[in-house]
């Protein structure tokens, strides 16, 4: 992966002037509309909540947990993640009412067009931020990545009740990605709305009674090749999933900066 890191620096540089910047073009929009976008993102940092953060980790039991710690309502999480096609989300949406039978639970299947890898968050937030989604999908068009595969072999309980695929490889392409958009994450305004790291996953079902009872076991390999990735903008308690950006790995850097 690659990005234009001198681009987001020279514009960075331009939002510190003392006038207004002079329009031009970034990444196909304007560059005044950028830096706008990033001096108004540290008033944000102080403004919005953000203390709903993912956690992921061991317990003493060995048991890998999963949960988003949270204090107060939070009603919008925008976050980084890979979307499983059609076909494969498909099959995992069998394979969760499957699972779901299997071991008697009465869980809460993820949607089928909701299935994904998820990636880097941004936080949960009372309102939309509207300058974080922007400063994100800027972020976003930097990445320069090529298309790599993934494959899921391992069915994992994490804490919160989630039912997860991971893969006992680790998926190494995948892991790549996922730390290299997050170290470019770092290396941005975004970071202060960056949440804990948590290990690229798929969830399938939630269930906080039946699954931390479940333990880790093989299953049939599930893989596919990850083409895109996306931001998700997640109504927390309605149920959908708006994309604000959504970026092709093409392997090619054509998203030279026009200045």
């Known amino acids: 992966m690659a990005y234009r890191k001198e681009a987001l620096l ?4 331009a939002c510190g002037g003392a006038g207004a910047p002079t329009p031009a073009s970034f990444f196909g929009l304007r560059l005044f509309s950028f830096c706008s976008n990033m001096l108004a993102l540290s008033q944000l940092a102080d403004e919005i909540s953000m ?30 993640a890979i979307l499983v096609g059609s076909a494969i989300a498909g ?9 779901n039978r299997e071991f008697g639970l ?20 009372e309102e939309y931020p509207q300058e974080l989604a922007e400063a994100a999908c800027h972020i976003g068009s930097m990445i320069v990545a090529k298309p790599f595969e993934v494959s899921f072999d391992r069915l994992s309980a994490f804490g919160g009740g989630a039912l997860v695929l991971r893969g006992s490889d680790g998926n ?27 290990e690229p996953h798929v969830t399938l079902l939630r269930d906080e009674v039946g699954v931390p009872s479940i333990r880790e076991r093989s299953i049939d390999p599930i893989g596919w090749t990850v083409r895109d990735f996306v931001l998700i903008h997640s109504l927390i308690g309605k149920g959908a999933y708006k994309q604000p950006g959504r970026w092709r790995l093409t392997g090619q850097d054509d998203a030279l900066p026009a200045m």
């Open 10 to 13: 020279q514009g960075l540089d």
């Open 51 to 80: 203390s709903g953060q993912p956690a992921f980790g061991t317990a003493k039991n060995g048991q890998a947990f999963f949960r988003w710690e949270q204090a107060g309502k939070h009603f919008h999480r925008l976050f980084f």
């Open 91 to 99: 099959r995992l949406a069998r394979k969760a009412i499957a699972l």
């Open 106 to 125: 009465q869980g809460w299947l993820v949607p089928e067009n909701h299935i994904h890898i998820s990636l880097v968050g941004l936080g949960d937030h």
């Open 172 to 198: 190494p392409p995948l892991q790549k990605f996922w730390r290299d958009l997050t170290a470019v994450i770092s290396d941005s305004p975004l970071n202060p709305f960056l949440t804990r790291s948590i």
